[in-house]
């Protein structure tokens, strides 16, 4: 059964631009959850999408949304890049109830210069 | 507000001798409790979870955790460490207690490294 994918696994931006990233979760999982990871804050959750409704949002500014299509997969958009949102962006899908554990993409790193 | 302290940023043991890395979590609920693994470069895997029913839990590659609610601990071992052991690991609480269904809450890792 395949895992958890995300595209692309590397990014390069320039300040001030905007970023799209992908993830593809485990066929038939219906929640997908978005993680930023850096050296300094660790593991921070961005939101999570179950059925293409956003049911919980993190506290991170509106510069960064998503979204969820009907096939499950899902996007993150960060607008206007800062220096500071260079981190490993991670993705992760469950079945979306209680106590159901969350299987985790690769990740993408992107870098703002 | 539920959270997790990993009591220790780093862990250095032998090959072969016994792990142990410590966290203590605070909720208001019966947590679900996980610990993940992260090497270089990869995402997370799971590596075991705690969702109220045995309090000792197995997990893969010979680790175990105990939940323990009277120390609110839930620390990760396993008796004999492998070389490829070496990797960050992550106590995680689920925050699905206050409704957040999806959400994890992570604690600030603990690098282990393992000596030859």
């Known amino acids: 059964k395949a895992g958890v994918t995300q595209t692309p696994r590397y990014l390069i931006k320039t300040r001030g631009q905007q970023v799209t990233l992908s993830c593809s979760p485990i066929?038939?999982?219906?929640?997908v959850s978005w993680y930023q990871q850096t050296p300094g804050q660790g593991l921070q959750f961005l939101f999570e999408?179950?059925?293409?409704?956003?049911?919980n949002k993190g506290n991170f500014p509106g510069r960064f949304s998503g979204r969820q299509f009907s096939n499950s997969r899902s996007e993150m958009n960060v607008s206007t890049l800062e220096l500071g949102d260079s981190a490993l962006y991670l993705c992760?899908?469950?079945?979306?109830?209680?106590?159901?554990?969350?299987?985790f993409g690769q990740g993408t790193r992107l870098t703002v210069v | 507000a539920q959270s997790v302290t990993q009591l220790d940023s780093h862990v250095s043991v032998s090959e072969g001798t016994p792990v142990l890395l410590r966290c203590n979590y605070s909720?208001?609920?019966?947590?679900?409790l996980f610990w993940y693994v992260q090497h270089p470069n990869k995402g997370l895997q799971l590596l075991l979870k705690?969702?109220?029913?045995?309090?000792l839990v197995k997990g893969i590659n010979g680790f175990e955790a105990e939940f323990k609610k009277s120390e609110t601990s839930f620390h990760l071992t396993k008796p004999s460490a492998h070389m490829s052991d070496a990797a960050e690991y992550f106590c995680?609480?689920?925050?699905?207690?206050?409704?957040?269904?999806?959400?994890?809450?992570f604690g600030q890792g603990t690098t282990l490294q393992v000596k030859p």
């Open positions: 705690y969702t109220s029913a045995a309090t």
């Open positions: 992760a899908s469950s079945w979306g109830t209680m106590n159901t554990e969350a299987f």
């Open positions: 909720s208001s609920y019966s947590p679900s």
């Open positions: 995680v609480v689920s925050d699905e207690g206050s409704g957040n269904t999806g959400k994890l809450i």
């Open positions: 066929s038939g999982h219906r929640s």
């Open positions: 999408y179950f059925s293409e409704t956003q049911r």
